[in-house]
């Protein structure tokens, strides 16, 4: 049985790779151009052009977040003056401010923020459709590279893992978030009945249910792909074996054919795997802006709450920082699952 598998997969080295080669190299560059993707645009990649594109973005979108920065220091530096002008033995009056204060603060803040979880949300079912589409196009480029079992794992258990990771952020992460919000006005504005512990609890259980998914789905595809390099490995070198001994005369000259056709493909995964790691990062990089700029925006908005010492409105501040952050582990999490993976199979070779 195993003899047989060898020269099986022997003979797919032969086949394979030639009809291969033109049909997937046009179908990658009708991706690459669909995202404004080209060979030398990856190639001029510099860190100050990155830095530089990365400064236009956040420059074009750090606009609102400084005017609702400032407007918001002034609500707070009011309800400061307020308390300080109407002074209340029962401090009646100054619960009743920093609720108002609170209440101003919480609404002005909940729309931009419910704007960049739909912008997520949008972002997720983009990388889920595009993945949807680009991994079976990857693994058939991987099979034609001579990573016949490796490639299958891509559109197999990676494929369902991600489709699965995504749908639990879209279904039940994302949209909990608001049930999240309502607890920050409650814990904010009641001096009676604390949520605090509840929210962290949320926090804690939707971050580790997360990292646990990616976690398990990294894991297994590292043990599949180790075990199934060695098998592709042999597989290639059989049929180069059988090439050059098999076939008189001609034997080493269909040896390095095999090699020439072999090592285009190679080129034709890489070029695709630099499209797939550019795309993701291009669907994702505009969530990823707004909320750093949202983040160290309501950062700076809590310092200002508590510099001015009210306690209510800085608690509020704070559950929305917690927001972003659970947002941005989202992003994050996706971001470096899909990297890393695609980057393994870039890295592989098939012994040639």
Not at 323 to 351: D, H, R
């Amino acid at each position: 049985m195993k003899k047989f598998f060898i020269l099986t997969m022997a003979l797919i080295v032969f086949f394979i790779p030639l009809p291969a080669y033109a049909g997937y190299e046009e179908e990658i560059n009708q991706i690459a151009r669909d995202n404004n993707i080209t060979a030398q645009t990856v190639d001029e990649l510099t860190v100050e052009g990155i830095i530089q594109y990365l400064y236009d973005s956040v420059k074009e979108k750090a606009v609102q977040p400084v005017k609702t920065f400032l407007k918001l220091s002034a609500v707070i530096a009011l309800c400061c003056i307020a308390k300080a002008l109407v002074p209340d033995e029962k401090n009646t009056a100054s619960l009743i401010t920093e609720s108002v204060g609170t209440v101003i603060i919480f609404i002005s803040l909940l729309e931009p923020m419910q704007d960049i979880i739909y912008m997520v949300s949008d972002n997720l079912r983009s990388v889920k459709n595009f993945m949807a589409t680009f991994l079976p196009l990857f693994s058939a480029i991987c099979m034609a590279s001579g990573e016949f079992l490796t490639s299958n794992i891509y559109t197999g258990f990676f494929l369902a893992g991600l489709v699965f990771a995504a749908n639990f952020c879209l279904v039940y992460i994302l949209p909990s978030v608001r049930l999240y919000f309502a607890l920050i006005i409650s814990n904010a504005i009641s001096p009676y009945i604390r949520l605090e512990s509840i929210g962290n609890l949320y926090l804690k259980f939707t971050k580790r249910a997360m990292r646990c998914i990616v976690s398990v789905i990294c894991f297994v595809l590292t043990l599949q792909t180790t075990i199934s390099r060695g098998k592709d490995t042999l597989a290639v070198k059989t049929g180069k074996l059988i090439a050059g001994s098999a076939v008189p005369v001609i034997g080493n000259i269909l040896q390095d054919a095999i090699g020439s056709v072999y090592s285009g493909m190679e080129a034709i995964k890489g070029f695709a795997g630099v499209v797939g790691i550019l795309a993701v990062v291009y669907i994702f990089l505009p969530s990823v802006v707004v909320l750093a700029i949202y983040w160290l925006t309501v950062n700076c908005l809590a310092a200002v709450a508590d510099i001015f010492g009210t306690k209510p409105i800085s608690e509020c501040v704070k559950g929305f920082v917690n927001v972003i952050e659970l947002t941005l582990s989202v992003v994050f999490l996706f971001m470096t699952m899909l990297v890393l993976s695609l980057t393994v199979m870039i890295s592989l070779t098939n012994g040639v």
